[in-house]
């Protein structure tokens, strides 16, 4: 992000701004959104009706006003915005759309300040460790800034230092955020098929992250190493001397940004070639390294004077296993298979899909988009249709998608959206799919070897169950034991003789208390009429004939015989 240079007063940035302000802050901006909510489902608040055209309208408002809040509100909440962002299978489209356009655009701190931090947290003084420390920043976003400097020895760096209170500013945020998640999880409305504390948890887990400049060094290591063999990607080193929590000295590594399309063709570059190299790099962290950028924005991307690619930013990565990589590929067999129970089961297994309940309505679902959404070949299709397909069949479903599959898919998505501003006729799935096939054939670790085999077993399985239903008989049963075996079959055994039985029991012991009642009734009747209490004696007797009758109504049941 460019530093601003207008530097706009908010709270959040003031040395005097106590917990206590704050908390008031946050509360305001989430009752007030809850109200608007509330009012937004009454029929009445709509003038002239409620329609379509009016929900969506309105709906799309307060996206806007909830974007614009999370941005006063500043770098936490910035932060949180954006990872709900990725979110289309909790949050209604409108809000989805409007919190991915929530960018850093949050005011620098001063030279002096990122001084004092470096400083602090290396013991030495700027000027001793640095030949030039450049004070304008390169650029600012809300966890931290990028100023350029060298090195006694020449070599030209970036030192990125997060931004002053930054941990006092999440412990307090987040401890409030944690009392909103609860307080969304207990709600009877939005609560339901929902886990806002899990979610909680995971954006807390990312932000610590993020916030540890350690952790994103060892990152930009990993995928430094990962890239070694691969001339086309290029990876900053780590000044490992000049790195703590809050500060990490990285090489220079200017470049021209992906989505700056003029300057791209002024020096001479190919932009099909570079959406290419950005497509296969992602399918080699997704397929290959199991360790992946999770940030692929345009300002994270930047190509050199000789068309390689620069990754920035090392914050945000994301792991996926081997073992996942393999039952990947099964969820892309079923999709095109067409086979909605194999889909679920391989999300589940994927760990993609979390049900709570039944599986029937989300089954149901499932073939119903695959039935008609998946019209069109998949190579055919951009992996922002097929997510924006799959979010619709989640929304408003008890069951949520786990953070790493949304972030593979976000990563995909926005990688797609750079490609497609690179070279119009750019399609993800057209260029992942020969290079998976090629990557998984011919691919020269061990992991891709099993991969492989993976495949191949694959489809000899499904084609022994499309060519033979009969061959395909005992694995339905085999599949049903393991089932059994796992607990997700309940079996309701239905007796119709028990169930006679248990219903007289039930009505027995029903008219033993209709019996005690009526006596009870007579006997009161009797005594107040014996006392001269005319009018009690009166109720009493029609109380107790109520009983009786009842009573009596309920024995010729019992003995009918029921219809079978
Ligand atoms: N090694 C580098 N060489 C040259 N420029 C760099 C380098 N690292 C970062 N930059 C510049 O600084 C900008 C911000 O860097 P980076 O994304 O790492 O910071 P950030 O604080 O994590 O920002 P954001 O959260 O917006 O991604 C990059 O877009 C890039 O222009």
Known sequence: MPALSSEPNYRWSRDNYSEFARTIDIWRVVLTFSWMIWIDGKQWSYIGGKTDIKVKKRTRQRAIW?????LQLGPTFIKVGQLLSTRADILPTESVEELSKLQDKVPAFTAERARQIIESDLGKSVDQMFSHFEPIPLAAASLGQVHKAQLPTGEEIVVKVQRPGLLKLFAIDLGILKKIAQYFQNHPKHGRGRDWVGIYEECRKILYEEADYLNEGRNADAFRRNFRNDRRIIVPRVYW?????????LEY??????????ALEASGLDRKAIARIGAEAYMEQLLNHGFFHADPHPGNLAVTGKGELIFYDFGMMGRIQ??????????????????????INSLIELGALEVKGDTGPIRRSVQYMLDNFMGQPMEKRSVAAISDDLYDIAYDQPFRFPATFTFVLRAISTLEGLGKGLDPNFNFMEVAQPYATNLMQNGNSQESGSLSTAFFGEIGRQAAQVSNTAIALPRRIDDTLAKLDRGDIRVRVKSQETDRLLRRVSNVGIGMIYALLGANFWICATLLFVNGAQIPAIMAAIAAAIFTLVLLRLLTKIDRPERQ
Not at 241 to 249: G, K, T
């Open 322 to 343: 081997s073992i996942t990589r393999e039952k990947l590929l099964r969820t892309f067999f079923a999709i095109a298979q067409k086979d909605a129970e194999a889909v």
């Open 66 to 70: 909830l974007r614009e809040s999370m």
């Open 253 to 262: 590594l200017p470049g021209i940004k992906v989505s700056n399309y003029d």
């Open 241 to 249: 001397r000049y790195a703590s929590r809050r500060v990490l000295a």
